[in-house]
């Protein structure tokens, strides 16, 4: 019966500190899955910048950009004539010999830069000539930059672990601690029954 007993207490004890424990360790599964989908997101994310930004791709992108200013360079004429004749103070004579002029060598700063991206596709660098396409900012002038400025790939920073937040503290009741005054209660119990004892 009493081993019975003993095994019972202890199942119960063993259950009991389970149930408490049990909050805990979900909480720490679950920082857990989300801490590796984290790492799983920043590994996809940092690859996609590596296979967007590839070599490749910037070789690419110069040649078809070097392409498409070439065969886009006349029209450079009809916007500057639009753009000058649009102008504050200006009127259409003047926008048409001066759209006539200014798109004339506009065109041939397109095509001249577009012959250098065809020919230097191999060096991923910057575009020089802004807008980067003529059908870019349409009312915009062209301006020209900086020749082979490479291309800044953007830094792939590596994955740092969100701290996880702290563990739950387990809060401990103070304890009410009554046994001066048991002992002093069963002092005087003993004294008395042993007094009623000596009576007899």
Known sequence: ??????????????????????????????????????????????????????????????????????????????????????EPDSNVFYGLFGGIIR????????????ANDLVTAPLPTKPVVQPKYIWDDFDQTNSYGQFYRLVDNPKIEPYVAPTPPPRPVAVVQPIDDRTEQYSQQTNQNLDTYFKQEMQK
């Open 1 to 86: 019966m009493m081993t019975s007993f003993r095994q019972y207490t202890l199942a119960t004890l063993f259950l009991l500190l389970l149930s408490v424990q049990m909050p805990v360790f979900a909480e720490d599964y679950y920082q857990q899955q989300l801490q590796n989908e984290q790492l799983l997101n920043h590994e996809l994310k940092r690859q996609n910048q590596v296979r967007h930004k590839s070599y490749g791709r910037l070789v690419a992108d110069k040649s078809l950009n070097g392409l498409a200013n070439m065969a886009s360079a006349p029209l450079e004429i009809p916007k500057n004539i639009i753009n000058i004749s649009n």
């Open 103 to 114: 798109g004339s060598l506009d065109t041939a700063g397109r095509i001249l830069n577009g």
